[in-house]
């Protein structure tokens, strides 16, 4: 007799799986799937390396064009500070001695290197290489010691600014076809200059202690810097302690009816509205209704600070929303009210992630442009602001105005300062990036 064993149901179900996934039918579905895994990963690594490669041409470009601007070009000028053009007046007061003719101090020191140059329009093509800034590199050296009257010093001045382009290679030496906008005197006297050890490279520390000028040479983002830190100090006086407790009401206090819905429905709609409708509204209300100086980084902040207030307002309620309810009903437990709740255990705990998107909103306020050209922050600002109230620029203002000039100079400062707002920016997401690995909490 034949014994019969009896295979069990769980074993002929497996046999019959690796049956059914064994058949070719089932192979070529398994290919399809494995080739559509594959091609979704393809797409993904093209679309990384897509962006990645468009970022690193964006950068390439702005740095190659903008480095070159934290380099100046000047001269070693040895000139006679005639005292019937340094001080008229002969007194040596300070006053008198501001408007002397430094200029003219400058151009008879060139002459002197140049004495064989007589003809009036050679002179007038020399003195192109001097830049308006001689003037002052001489009167600051005489304004601070009046007893150089008379005497002969050597000053470090800089030069104009299409010398400055030809030192730095952007100028053809030979012009051709008008390319150039130096004439080959005017080269060959630059290259007498340099040959003779008077034409310096350095590092260019005007561009980011100075404030805007009509000459490129002498253009710096300094006042554009102090504005934005003005401005931005503003904004975040203002933005943060009011975002924040707006927040820990809807979040920990607000009763759940319709008019808190209805408020949450407005700071998620304000969080999308353009950001020139707020610069609309600074026009509108704080300058034509209240008054407030144009220009000024105290109407700026008060701006800016309204449009970051719902990105503030919806990251500091995901953070308070992260925070487990164990906590608080652990806290209640012990005795401790709401408020002690929310500010011993709750706020705390969510600092670090309303922090990183306070800052992250500082970020997106330093680069506005829109809001601000309406309050009328496009001013052209020379001098740097020493307060809120006075007249100030910013980085991306600067940039737009920078950018609208033709001189040859402006372009490579412009994408310097595309530069420095970019290391703002860096910076200030580093430090969003530090204070939350340092204060973020696990539970």
Do not use: C
């Amino acid at each position: 007799m034949t014994d019969i064993v009896e295979r069990p149901q769980g074993v002929a179900s497996r046999g019959a799986a690796l049956g059914v996934h064994a058949t070719e039918e089932a192979q070529k579905r398994l290919k399809r799937r494995y080739a559509s895994e594959w091609r979704f990963r393809a797409y993904g690594l093209t679309a990384i390396l897509i962006s990645i490669t468009a970022l690193a041409v964006l950068l390439w470009s702005i740095v190659g064009q903008g480095y070159t601007a934290f380099t100046a070009t000047t001269m070693s000028l040895t000139v006679t500070v005639d005292p019937a053009l340094a001080d008229p007046g002969g007194k040596r007061a300070q006053d008198d001695l501001r408007t002397g003719d430094f200029q003219g101090i400058a151009r008879a020191g060139l002459r002197s290197v140049f004495p064989d140059v007589k003809e009036r329009s050679d002179l007038r093509a020399l003195y192109t290489i001097l830049s308006n800034g001689a003037s002052d590199a001489i009167r600051d050296r005489v304004l601070d010691n009046p007893a150089l009257i008379g005497q002969q010093i050597t000053v470090r001045i800089p030069v104009a600014s299409d010398y400055d382009m030809y030192a730095k290679g952007f100028a053809a030496k030979t012009p051709k076809g008008g390319e150039s906008r130096l004439s080959p005197k005017q080269i060959a006297w630059f290259e007498t200059l340099k040959a003779d050890g008077k034409i310096h490279s350095s590092f260019n520390i005007w561009f980011l202690t100075s404030g805007d000028s009509r000459q490129p040479e002498l253009a710096g983002v300094g006042g554009a810097i102090i504005g934005s830190l003005l401005t931005l100090a503003i904004t975040l006086a203002i933005a943060f302690p009011l975002g924040v407790m707006a927040a820990v009401y809807l979040e920990e206090f607000a009763p759940k009816n319709r008019w808190t819905d209805l408020i949450e429905v407005n700071i998620n709609n304000l969080a999308a509205v353009p950001s020139i409708v707020f610069g609309l509204l600074g026009l509108a209300v704080f300058l034509n209704v209240f008054g407030l100086p144009r220009s000024a980084p105290v109407v700026g902040g008060v701006v800016l600070a309204l449009m970051s207030l719902p990105i503030i307002i919806i990251a500091s309620r995901a953070s308070l929303r992260a925070v487990p309810p164990s906590i608080r009903q652990a806290a209640l437990g012990l005795g401790a009210s709401r408020v002690q709740v929310v500010t011993h255990h709750v706020l705390p705990l969510a600092m670090p992630g309303i922090l990183t998107g306070t800052i992250l909103s500082m970020a997106h306020a330093l680069g506005e442009t829109a809001p601000l050209l309406m309050i009328g922050m496009v001013a052209f600002i020379v001098d740097i602001p020493s307060g809120a109230t006075q007249a100030a620029t910013v980085l991306p203002v600067q940039i737009y105005l920078w950018a609208d000039s033709p001189e040859r100079g402006f372009v490579e400062k412009t994408s310097a300062a595309i530069m420095v707002l970019l290391a703002f920016l860096l910076a200030m997401n580093a430090i969003a990036i530090f204070l939350r690995k340092k204060f973020e909490r696990k539970w």
